[in-house]
């Protein structure tokens, strides 16, 4: 009898991948063009039977492999055609590195918040706040925070004063804006990521190099719990 080893489990597409696949099916069986916008979010949930949350989350995995960008009061703009024929693989890949990608932010920020708690200076503290305040009003105009959120972690990078943990850090940058999209992605995540980031900043202006770490630990692992991960409802 022929030895079952090489097999491996069939894995259950989940709803979010399945509705991103039906997207992607649809952009290309109507001549969607890069630059065109998608419907709304309400109009897709209700032609493909699904619920806004789930049309969300697959939004979001569109835009985090590069297939669409979403932009608060346009909605989501195709960006990539290329990529959309294997979809589907191209979401799979990307939750499965994404704890590889978390463990590297973690240990590269936890210790850079340290270095930019020893080493800030005023200039420093001066654009940590900027880029909170940045953050702050795109979140209160209804976006979700996400140049605030990149710029408050190159001004946390820059306070550190290391060239090579600042060069590392560009090394995976497109990763981590994979996690920073996904993240942000997520109902109620933009403030609770701007609260972390305020606590990490008060821990730097402290000039308290282990509460920084802590406070970026803290924040770095709450970004590896995201919803795409998981099934879609």
Do not use: C
């Amino acid at each position: 009898m022929a030895r079952l080893e090489s097999l491996r489990p069939v894995q259950r597409p989940r709803l979010y991948e399945q509705v991103a696949g039906q997207i992607t099916e649809w952009i290309t069986a109507n001549g969607v063009r890069s630059g065109d916008r998608l419907p709304p979010e309400r109009e897709l949930a209700t032609q493909l039977g699904v619920s806004r949350a789930t049309i969300s989350q697959a939004l979001v995995a569109l835009e985090v492999v590069g297939a669409v960008v979403v932009r608060h009061g346009d909605g989501a703009i195709v960006t990539d055609l290329a990529g959309t024929p294997r979809i589907v693989d191209a979401i799979r890949a990307h939750a499965k590195r994404l704890p590889e990608i978390i463990d590297a932010r973690d240990a590269l920020e936890s210790k850079i918040a340290a270095l930019a708690a020893e080493r800030r200076t005023e200039a420093h503290l001066a654009e940590i706040d900027a880029a909170l305040d940045a953050m702050e009003a795109d979140i209160d105009a209804g976006g979700r925070g996400v140049e605030g959120d990149e710029l408050f972690h190159a001004a946390v990078t820059a306070a550190a004063a290391s060239e090579l943990l600042s060069k590392m850090m560009r090394e995976i940058g497109e990763l981590v804006l994979e996690t920073r999209i996904e993240s942000l992605g997520q109902p109620g995540r933009p403030r609770e990521s701007l609260a972390a980031h305020r606590r990490i900043a008060d821990a730097i202006r402290a000039a308290d190099p282990a509460a920084a770490a802590a406070a970026m630990h803290a924040h770095v692992m709450r970004v590896s719990d995201v919803a795409i991960l998981h099934d879609g409802a």
